[in-house]
C-alpha cells in the first residue's frame, strides 16, 4: 500500500512538530522532525547534514515550479469585497454574497494565524463558480505563510495529475521527479494546496491519487486546502465516497459566491 512509503521529511514518522527555533516570535513549524529545520544533526562530536537535505531540495524545486509568478502578488491586503453583492443572499444560508466572503476571509486569516500554533488544524474548503476568488484566496494564505518561511507546495490538480502521468514517460528526463518523489512531497509538505479540484474526468487511477494523498495526510493531521467549483453535493459523484468523506472531515467548508465572474468584472474596470 502506498501509504507505508517512507515520509518525505525523514525516516521517523512525520507529523505536526513544533521548532525550538523561533522567527519573530513565530512559533513556527518544523519540516523536519530530524533537525527541526537546523539541516544538520550531531552525531558524536561533529554536525553531519540531515537526511531531509535531499528531500528538502526535491520539494524546493517541485515548490519553485509550482506556484506561478502571477499568484505570487495575491495578498490579503489586495483581496478587494467590492465584487460580492450586499443583495444577493446565498438562498441556503439566507446571508449576502457579500456577508459569505467575510466569513469566508476571515477563516483564511484565521488559517494563517492559527497555523503552526496548533498541534492539529481544520484545512479549509473554497467552493463558488468560476471567477469568485478561490484561488486567489487560497494564494493569499500561500504567499503569507511562503512569507514566513513556512514550506507550501501549491498544486493545480489537473497539472498535478499530468506531472504524475508523465512520469510514466520512457522519455522523460533523467533528472526528472519520479512519481513516487511527487506523491511525498504532495503528503508531506506541511501546507498543501490543491487547487481546481474542478469537474474534470477523474478515473479510477486519478481517484487512487487523490485518495492516497489526502488520507495520508487526514491520518497525519497534516491540512490542506482545496478549491473547487463543483457543489458540496456533487463532490462525491466526481471524487467518490471515500475521498469525499475525507474532505469533510479534514476541511471546514466555505462559499465565495458572485453573480458576475470577476474576470469579466476587471476586464470591464480596464
Ligand atoms: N477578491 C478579489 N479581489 C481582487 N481580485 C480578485 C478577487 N477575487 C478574484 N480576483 C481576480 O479575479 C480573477 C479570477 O479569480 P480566481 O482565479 O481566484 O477565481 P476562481 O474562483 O479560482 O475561478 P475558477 O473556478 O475559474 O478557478 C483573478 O484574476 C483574480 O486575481
Ligand atoms: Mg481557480
Ligand atoms: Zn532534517
Known sequence: MEDNDPPLACTKPPGLVFSKLFRKGFRRLAFCKVCHDRGVVVQGNRAVPCSCAAQRAILRRFQDSCLPEALRSCTFTAFS????????????????????????????????????????IDGLLFTGPVGSGKTFLACCIANALLDRGCPVLFLVVPDLLDRLRSTYDPNRGPGELTEQEILNAA?????????????????????????????????HA?????????????????????????????????????????????????
Open 187 to 219: 503528503r508531506n509538505v506541511p501546507l498543501l494546496i490543491l487547487d481546481d479540484l474542478g469537474a474534470h474526468n477523474y478515473t479510477d487511477w486519478v481517484r487512487n491519487k487523490l485518495y492516497s494523498i489526502l488520507n495520508y495526510r487526514l491520518n
Open 81 to 120: 469585497f467590492k465584487y460580492y453583492s450586499r443583495q444577493i443572499t446565498d438562498s441556503p444560508k439566507g446571508i449576502s454574497y457579500h456577508e459569505s466572503a467575510r466569513l469566508t476571509f476571515r477563516a483564511a486569516l484565521a488559517f494563517v494565524e492559527d497555523f503552526g500554533k496548533k498541534e492539529r
Open 222 to 270: 497534516l491540512p490542506v486546502i482545496i478549491t473547487t467549483n463543483i457543489n458540496l453535493e456533487d463532490l462525491e459523484e466526481y471524487l467518490g465516497e471515500r475521498t469525499t468523506s475525507r474532505i469533510y472531515q479534514m476541511c471546514r467548508p466555505y462559499r465565495l459566491l458572485v453573480d458576475i465572474d470577476i474576470r469579466v468584472l476587471q476586464r470591464r474596470e480596464k
